[in-house]
């Protein structure tokens, strides 16, 4: 089980940052990402954190303005959300994976969810 939290309303060029921490098992050594469903569109990539923390994978439309992270001692994932804009209002999703060979830009690649916290940028 997955818990998110940090969600919010903000003004343009604003920031946020979202919170994922796992309960229930631990995530460490697993990739992690976070996607985001606007109203009447598909859930979109956002980004992606590797095993390590080493690596990261962004989608072009958040590349640098947002940063994701984790911390496997608290368990726990961050979404870091800078010079946010209306467009990137959306339910943002954490996600883990156990799966042996995912891919970790599609949400095929994961098999833990969380609950979605709400993300509104006013314009």
């Known amino acids: 089980v997955q818990l998110q939290s940090g969600g919010g309303l903000v003004q343009a060029g604003g920031s946020l940052r979202l919170s994922c921490a796992a309960s229930g098992r631990t995530f460490s050594g697993r990739p992690m990402g976070w996607f985001r469903q606007a109203p009447g569109k598909e859930r979109e990539f956002v980004a992606a954190?590797?095993?390590?923390?080493?690596?990261?994978d962004y989608a072009d439309s958040v590349k640098g303005r947002f940063a994701i992270s984790r911390d496997d001692a608290k368990n726990t994932a961050y979404l870091q959300m800078n010079n946010l804009k209306p467009d990137d209002t959306a339910i943002y999703y954490c996600?883990?994976?156990?799966?042996?060979?995912?891919?970790?830009?599609?949400?095929?690649?994961?098999?833990?969810w969380g609950q979605g916290t709400l993300v509104t940028v006013s314009s």
């Open positions: 954190i590797s095993a390590s923390g080493l690596d990261t």
């Open positions: 996600a883990a994976t156990t799966l042996r060979t995912p891919t970790t830009t599609a949400a095929t690649g994961y098999n833990y």
